[in-house]
């Protein structure tokens, strides 16, 4: 009971210091791309912060994070490991859906850190867009996070990954770099309870440009899920039989 207490009061607080940061940054978000990713990069240092001595759940990235232009694939279990990823990188975007760009506040800070809207069955466009606004100087490049499996995933559950991934890859032309997690054993896709413990991102070896989609996937799949298992029994997780 004690627990679920402080979840709760870690996540009001977190949708207040949400809120206050993102009016408190509006002015510089809108001067620069750079104060959109600096109230960011805060909110995400604050959520860390406030976990540890609230709830007892502390935060890892392992790995090198990339600076440079790439693709990140990353394993999915929570809005944690977004938070994670995001803030280890120092420009992160994603692809979202259109509609958000018209939420108050949320829909122009995403626009501004560089993510990419889309309309349903129309992300190929949107893509060659974006490449062009960074060649020719409209945005800045950056780091394009994306989830193979296209939603969250509790641990142990086996979700397909999608295709699309690698048509993103084999268009970006650019290497991509593996993620994996074991957050979702601490902080899980639904629900308010937080548990005690180390959640951690792990940033793994670039697949360089070049694979067919069939080599592409199959070693995507492969590091991510290899690493998020290891990861999980670290974690202490125990699987259903």
């Known amino acids: 009971m004690i627990q679920w ?19 408190a940054f509006f002015p510089y978000a809108l001067l ?7 109230a960011c990069h805060t909110f995400c240092r604050w959520v860390f912060w406030t976990l540890g001595w609230m709830v007892g759940l502390k935060t890892e990235v392992r790995g090198t994070p990339p600076e440079d232009e790439v693709m990140i694939a990353a394993k999915h279990q929570s809005f944690l490991d977004i938070m994670m990823i995001y803030n280890a990188v120092p420009r992160g975007k994603f692809i979202m859906k259109k509609q958000l760009m018209f939420s108050p506040l ?12 889309v309309n349903r069955g129309k992300r190929g466009a949107a893509i060659k867009k974006m490449l062009h606004d960074v060649k020719s100087g409209k945005q800045q490049g950056g780091q394009l996070i994306i989830y193979p499996q ?8 086996s979700v397909p990954y999608k295709v699309g991934t690698a048509a993103l890859y084999e268009q970006l032309g650019q290497p991509c770099v593996p993620v994996a997690a074991n957050v979702g054993v601490f902080w899980p896709r639904h629900g308010i309870m937080r548990k005690q413990g180390v959640a951690v991102v792990e940033f793994l070896p670039r697949i360089e440009p070049g694979l067919d ?3 592409f996937m199959e070693r995507l799949e492969s590091d991510i899920e290899t690493a998020s298992d290891l990861l999980l029994d670290e974690a202490g997780f125990k699987r259903s039989t």
Do not use: D, E, K, N
């Not at 207490?5 to 009016?23: E, T, W």
């Not at 296209?150 to 559950?157: D, E, H, L, S, Y």
């Open 5 to 23: 207490l402080r979840s709760f009061l870690h996540i009001v607080q977190m949708y207040i210091a949400m809120l206050v940061l993102s009016i």
């Open 32 to 38: 620069s791309a750079s104060g959109a990713h600096a």
């Open 150 to 157: 296209g939603t969250r995933v509790a641990p142990g559950v």
């Open 106 to 117: 949320l829909g122009q800070y995403a626009l501004r850190i560089g993510c990419v809207p």
């Open 213 to 215: 989609t069939a080599a």
